[in-house]
């Protein structure tokens, strides 16, 4: 089931797999990581769906697919203030999206 992103519905497991992509990356960088991985999954999202089979780049069309394609932090023990920037930046991309309805605008 798509969302209004394009991309498969969005759940707490891809939210973790998108922080853990994003972290390495410097923070004035991580905006335009959160959009690449969201066009990822929209475009498996969109291959899945006509193709009935995973995109073999992009994964399944999930945030958390998409994500797994990057090399990802290990988890955390616990949500540090690194984390939670990541998880901010990740979480005000995807409502910036969702809210202009446009992803393909950024």
Known sequence: MANALGMR???????????????????????????QLIQQARLAEAHRRQT?????KFGTGSLM???????LTPMPHH???GYLAALQTT???LIQQLSEGN????
């Open 91 to 93: 979480t005000q991309v």
């Open 9 to 35: 519905a969005l759940l707490p497991g891809d939210l973790d797999f998108a922080v853990r992509a994003v972290l390495p990356i410097a923070p004035p960088d991580r905006p335009a990581m959160v959009r």
């Open 103 to 106: 992803p393909d605008q950024h």
């Open 52 to 56: 009935g089979r995973a995109h073999p």
């Open 65 to 71: 697919s998409a994500a797994s394609k990057w090399p």
């Open 79 to 81: 949500c540090d203030i």
